[in-house]
């Protein structure tokens, strides 16, 4: 069955930790709506070119299965907007799945929904979340329940299997 993904990106985001994953859910037959600030186009800290499909005023969680946040700056600056924590909040108060890689974490962080959850992330946000009450696992991929959260972008195979196994 074809699930709908969001996807919160904003510039800067780590190039291939969007486009990858991104790759394989596309890959696995799942339907991937971008969003952003405003719709348009966004840049990867590498130069890639994002199409940005919907803006965030838009877009209503209950539309969507599941929620990708790659990393990069990108989260660090989404979770400065209220609307941004909002609908990570909803995906994660639902039990609806949520997945992270690198410093994606950091847009969690600010829902205050971290606490008691096993995570992992980039080593520089593992005390963030260590202090917000998470369970720091520092593993290729950690799954908890709806939660799939991964570190850096050597363990992106790992990730796309995780997060595809879980759209299953």
Do not use: W
Request: glycine residues 8%.
């Amino acid at each position: 069955m074809t699930k709908k993904v969001a996807v919160v990106v904003t510039d800067l985001v780590e190039d291939i930790e969007f486009t990858d994953p991104v790759e394989a859910i596309k890959n696995a037959g799942h339907d991937v709506t971008t969003i952003g600030f405003e719709e348009g186009t966004v840049e990867g800290k590498h130069g890639t070119k994002i199409n940005i499909d919907k803006s965030i005023a838009d877009v209503k969680p209950e539309d969507f299965d599941a929620l990708f946040i790659p990393g990069g700056f990108s989260p660090d600056q989404l979770r400065a907007d209220q609307r941004f924590v909002d609908f990570a909040k909803a995906f994660l108060s639902k039990n609806k799945l949520t997945a992270s890689i690198c410093h994606g974490p950091q847009l969690m962080i600010q829902t205050g929904l971290v606490h008691g959850r096993t995570m992992t992330s980039y080593l520089t946000v593992q005390p963030d979340l260590y202090y917000a009450g998470a369970r720091i696992e520092d593993q290729p991929v950690v799954v908890d329940g709806n939660l799939i959260t991964s570190r850096e972008p050597k363990d992106i195979p790992a990730f796309n299997e995780a997060v595809v196994a879980a759209l299953a």
